[in-house]
């Protein structure tokens, strides 16, 4: 392995597949020594990586759901008839 470490996984997805590369190399238990301890540290990195990204969903998440940041997908059409209605009492159903 070289010395230089590869760069960081741009997303979740990427992180999570070179983890479990890593690991399976890892596993194989054929790695000297100091390239075992290289591979845990880039591991180590890759697992804050995604630990960011998930901690980063969740807070999007919580932000929707408290609704202080509308979702940043979706449409704004009243006539969307894909988006569930906002219903305040369950028993005012507009029919």
């Known amino acids: 392995m070289p010395n ?3 760069e960081s996984p741009a997303g979740f997805e ?3 597949d070179a983890l479990e590369q890593l690991v399976a190399r890892m596993e194989a238990g054929e790695l000297p020594l100091e390239e075992s301890l290289q591979e845990y540290q ?3 990195e890759l697992v804050r990586t995604c630990q960011d990204s998930l ?3 969740q ?3 919580e932000s929707v759901i408290e ?3 509308p979702p940043s997908s979706g449409s704004t ?3 969307d008839s894909t988006k569930a209605p906002d ?3 369950p028993d005012d159903i507009p029919f």
Do not use: S
Request: avoid cysteine.
């Open 55 to 57: 901690d980063e969903a």
């Open 42 to 44: 880039r591991g180590m």
């Open 4 to 6: 230089t470490p590869p």
């Open 87 to 89: 219903i305040a009492d």
């Open 77 to 79: 059409d009243p006539n």
């Open 59 to 61: 807070r999007r998440i």
């Open 67 to 69: 609704g202080t940041e």
């Open 14 to 16: 990427a992180a999570m």
